[in-house]
């Protein structure tokens, strides 16, 4: 239910180009309606017809649809480009809002052929970014966060404040659905402050209510559902009949969560996402939109679910469907792209086109050029014979210039090979001091974590010896019992180092295989079970038999058993350590998760770093060697995958792998 959550907001912060006060929008409509029922066919009522349409977007799609209809039929008639333009784009804007998505396509790109023809760049932006909310509802993030950041540059450069905010909400949105909240609400506080700067509150409503959605994802239901219902009173002032509806279906879903949460409640629940879901789906029927309807039928079926009304959710979710196949199917997904590749194609015909007319341009500029040279030779032919004898005298000094030259060339041409050379030997010098950098951290490492352990192990052999001689077994098998920790961390420590130093010299070989990933981790965690219930740490292992990756055995178990280890280190008793993974694309994230001690924001770029060598204690005093996770990243890279960790203090850590998942 998510992903509906997130994508809810989207449209409105792109598509509402102009910020008009209820007061004024009136006055607005009145003084565009006189212009218009003149009937005179003229470029003022073009433009007054695409700024009706503008005022109607949001309250009844079919009086927008009319009135940019007729801006087009007009601005067509009066070979009217920018006025076509336009109303090509607000055709657009419309049928996105409508859900119909390849028509709406297709009126971008109309759009942006136009405005490319003009050299209009703010207006190719705007339609830049239209195209990217299109790719975004048809789940493609990657082509809809290229549109987006290609419509930033346009936006920065033409210092186009508020087409800069509303793409900001979009890249904000799409990172949302990456998952990448922090980020997300970078580009969400962003979108406020330039909102505010420029005095237009519908972005500001908008931007709130996606960082209210932010709060969906933490699962913290209660308090999203009150900043929805705090936007609602804020949306009533606006008008916006579209925002209503999207915010009443957003509240009337944050219901069925809290239903499904708290089940002493649920009827309750149920009841108010009906009370909700009525009043999305009457604000989504005036508006005519279909994407609308959707959202409202879909929070009816779930909220007749949780009532065990299964006829009624049934019903619903027929609508539902018959509403979403109608927005979404293969063929219009085909479609898109092929109206993609058509305006692509085009472009290019016209490069060429263009390259041709240069080309055409350039020959007849090579003819002029050539009657000049004849004339010149001619004349030349004419002037040389007068000039012989001056040549004669001068062969000797330019013949002189000529070897001056030649031998300068050859000086600047050592110079640049002793450059180059000096270059080399700068890279080789740079490497060598890191290379000796990180030798004498190890020996640093070596000295100082080993030295101590030995020292330990060598004065507790000594009290036992003592000890024995005395038959104190009590005492013996205290000392014996120090020996043990102390070799058992200083053989994990050894094995770490030899992993790292064989690693950094190229002993260890990559052999990657196609491998079941839960058969190692299994394995890892049978290594490590009996400290884990030493200390009363669970330990669970949630991946699928039938995933796969394509690594080095050898190296991702390494890994896997340091991170694990490290987990269990630092989870309390009665804690627990989670093993996820899942299939995205062409690869698989693997997540170890443990809700122990956690990690200061501060420490964790050290965490990677061989040179600092950090370590910290475990719950029960246990002491790390600092390279475990330096080789884990040095591994991870090896097989072409990537290491990050997320945590918090207090609440636990999460380490995220993301490996290939075939070759």
């Known amino acids: 239910m998510v992903r509906n959550f997130i994508k809810l907001f989207l449209i409105f912060f792109f598509l509402f180009p102009k910020f008009i006060l209820f007061g004024q929008e009136k006055q607005n409509k009145d003084s565009l309606l006189q212009i218009v029922n003149m009937h005179e066919e003229d470029t003022l009522t073009v433009n007054a017809l695409t700024e009706l349409s503008e005022l109607y977007i949001y309250q009844n799609i079919d009086s927008a649809l009319l009135y940019s ?53 703010l207006n190719s932006g705007r339609n830049l970014a239209g195209i990217g909310i299109i790719h975004y509802y048809q789940g493609n993030l990657d082509k809809s966060l290229d549109f987006c950041l290609n419509a930033v540059e346009i936006f920065k450069k033409k210092n186009a404040s508020e087409d800069l905010a509303n793409v900001y909400n979009n890249i904000g949105l799409i990172y949302s659905d990456y998952h990448k909240l922090d980020t997300a609400r970078i580009y969400f506080d962003k979108t406020i402050t330039i909102a505010k700067q420029i005095g237009n509150s519908k972005i500001i409503i908008s931007a709130l209510g996606n960082t209210a959605r932010i709060y969906l994802f933490k699962k913290e239901y209660k308090k999203s559902v009150n900043k929805f219902l705090e936007l609602t009173k804020k949306i009533n002032s606006e008008n916006d009949k579209s925002t209503l509806s999207i915010t009443y279906s957003n509240i009337s879903m944050i219901y069925i969560q809290l239903a499904e949460k708290y089940s002493e409640k649920k009827i309750s629940y149920a009841d108010s996402s009906l009370e909700y879901a009525e009043k999305a789906l009457k604000y989504a029927e005036e508006v005519n939109s279909n994407s609308l309807r959707s959202y409202a039928y879909s929070s009816y079926t779930e909220a007749y679910k949780v009532k065990n009304n299964y006829r009624k959710a049934f019903e619903y979710l027929e609508k539902f469907t018959d509403v979403n196949d109608s927005i979404f199917n293969k063929d219009k997904i085909n479609a898109i792209a092929a109206i993609e590749s058509k305006y692509q194609n085009e472009k290019k015909q016209l490069i060429i086109e263009s390259l041709q007319k240069q ?305």
């Open 69 to 121: 209809s007729n801006a087009l039929v007009l601005s067509e008639n009066l070979l009217f480009d920018t006025g076509t333009a336009g109303a090509y784009r607000e055709l657009g804007r419309i049928n996105t809002i409508a859900g119909h998505y390849k028509k709406a396509l297709n009126y971008f790109y109309k759009a942006l052929k136009i405005n490319d023809k003009l050299k209009d760049t």
């Open 359 to 663: 080309k055409a341009a350039d020959n007849k500029i090579i003819q002029k050029q050539k009657t000049i040279i004849t004339i010149i030779i001619v004349g030349f032919l004419i002037v040389s014979v007068l000039l012989l004898f001056l040549i004669y005298l001068y062969r000797s000094k330019n013949r002189a210039l000529f070897l001056l030259d030649e031998k300068n060339k050859d000086i600047l041409l050592h110079q640049e090979e002793i450059a180059a050379q000096r270059d080399k030997i700068s890279e080789i010098a740079f490497e060598l001091k890191k290379s000796n950098r990180t030798k004498n951290k190890l020996f640093s490492i070596i000295a100082h974590d080993l030295k101590n352990p030995f020292q330990g192990i060598i004065g507790f052999s000594e009290m036992i010896k003592e000890k024995a001689e005395e038959s104190n077994l009590k005492t013996i098998s205290k000392y014996a019992e120090y020996i043990y920790n102390a070799s058992n961390q200083t053989y994990k420590f050894l094995d770490n180092l030899l992993d790292f130093t064989r690693s950094q010299i190229g002993l260890i070989k990559y052999n990657p295989e196609k491998i079941k990933l839960k058969n190692i981790i299994d394995d890892s965690i049978t290594l490590i079970q009996c400290n884990a219930e030493e200390k009363g740490v669970s330990m669970y292992n949630e991946t699928d038999e039938t995933l796969t990756i394509y690594a080095d055995e050898i190296m991702i178990s390494t890994v896997l058993r340091n991170l694990i280890s490290n987990a269990v280190k630092f989870t309390s008793e009665d804690g627990f350590v989670k093993i996820t993974a899942k299939k995205s694309k062409d690869s698989v994230i693997i997540k170890i998760i443990d809700n122990g001690t956690g990690i200061k924001e501060t420490d964790i770029p050290k965490l990677f770093k061989a040179d600092l060598n950090f370590s910290t204690f475990g719950t029960h005093n246990e002491k790390g060697t600092g390279l475990g996770l330096v080789v884990c990243k040095d591994f991870i890279k090896k097989n072409n995958g990537t290491i990050s960790v997320e945590s918090e203090i207090g609440k636990g850590s999460t380490f995220t792998i993301l490996l290939p998942a075939n070759k």
